[in-house]
C-alpha cells in the first residue's frame, strides 16, 4: 500500500521553462511535506519542506504547493537549470518523525 | 562540513556471507535512520533510532536483519546471512528530534550486490 505516489517517474523540459513535479498521499495523519533530490551515486539531500499549515512555502527557484483537500503537493522549479537534472523523491511525515517516500520522479532539463 | 558517513561504500559479497554496513552520523543529531532503495520500491524505511534506542524497525526482516547504535557516533546495520534479493542501495540518514519537524540528512550509501 503505497500511501505516497509520484506517479510520474520521468520529466523532461527545456533549461529556462518551468518543471513541475506531483505527489499524491493518502494519509492524512501526515502533517509535514518533504522534498529530496538526488543524482547517482549520491544520498538524497533536503530541497524544501511545507507544513500542512500552510499551502505554499518558496526557496529561490524552488516552489512547494500543498492542496490538503486533494491530498496532493507540487514541487515548481522556475527557471530550470541543467543542474537540476536529478531524481526528486517527495516524502511525508507522520508521528515519530518517520519520512514516507513517493518512487522519486527522474527530471531531465535539456540546455 | 558536516556530513553522514557511511562504510563500505560497494560491497560484493556471496549468499550467505555477514553483511555489515556503518555509518556515522552528523555529531549531535539524535536520530538516526537506515533506508534501502530498490528499483521496485524505491526508498523503504528500515529501522529508526533515537537517542541511540530503537524506536522502529519494522521495515526490517528481523530473520536476517539486525541494527544496532553501539554509541552515538556508530550505527552498524547487519545482515545475517544475505541473499540475493538483499541486493540494494542502504542509506543511513541522521536528524535532530526535538526542533519541530526535523530534516533528515543522508549519507552516501553502500551499494550491496549479493551474489
Known amino acids: 500500500d503505497q500511501q505516497v505516489k509520484q506517479n510520474s517517474p520521468s520529466l523532461s523540459v527545456q533549461e529556462g521553462r518551468i518543471s513541475i513535479l506531483n505527489c499524491d498521499y493518502t494519509?492524512?495523519?501526515?502533517?509535514?511535506f518533504l522534498w529530496y533530490k538526488k543524482y547517482p551515486a549520491e544520498g538524497p539531500t533536503f530541497l524544501i519542506s511545507?507544513?500542512?499549515?500552510?499551502d505554499k512555502n518558496e526557496d529561490g527557484r524552488f516552489t512547494v504547493f500543498l492542496n490538503k483537500s486533494a491530498k496532493h503537493l507540487s514541487l515548481h522549479i522556475v527557471p530550470s537549470q541543467p543542474g537540476d537534472s536529478a531524481v526528486y523523491f517527495c516524502?511525508?511525515?507522520?508521528?515519530?518523525?518517520?519520512?514516507?517516500f513517493g518512487g522519486g520522479t527522474r527530471v531531465l532539463v535539456k540546455p | 562540513d558536516a556530513r553522514v558517513t557511511q562504510t563500505p561504500r560497494h560491497k560484493v559479497t556471496e549468499m550467505g556471507q555477514e553483511v555489515t554496513m556503518r555509518c556515522q552520523p552528523i555529531l549531535g543529531h539524535n536520530t538516526v535512520f537506515w533506508y534501502r532503495q530498490t528499483m521496485m520500491q524505491g526508498l523503504e524505511l528500515l529501522a529508526y533510532f533515537r537517542n541511540r534506542a530503537p524506536l522502529d524497525d519494522s521495515g526490517m526482516p528481523k530473520d536476517r536483519f539486525s541494527a544496532e547504535m553501539p554509541d552515538a557516533t556508530l550505527a552498524t546495520l547487519k545482515i545475517q546471512p544475505s541473499e540475493p534479493r538483499d541486493s540494494a542501495v542502504y542509506f543511513c540518514a541522521s536528524g535532530l528530534n526535538g526542533q519541530g519537524a526535523e530534516t533528515q540528512y543522508f549519507g552516501p550509501g553502500t551499494r550491496l550486490l549479493v551474489l
Open positions: 494519509n492524512s495523519m501526515f502533517d509535514y
Open positions: 516524502a511525508a511525515r507522520a508521528a515519530g518523525n518517520k519520512l514516507t
Open positions: 511545507i507544513s500542512s499549515i500552510k
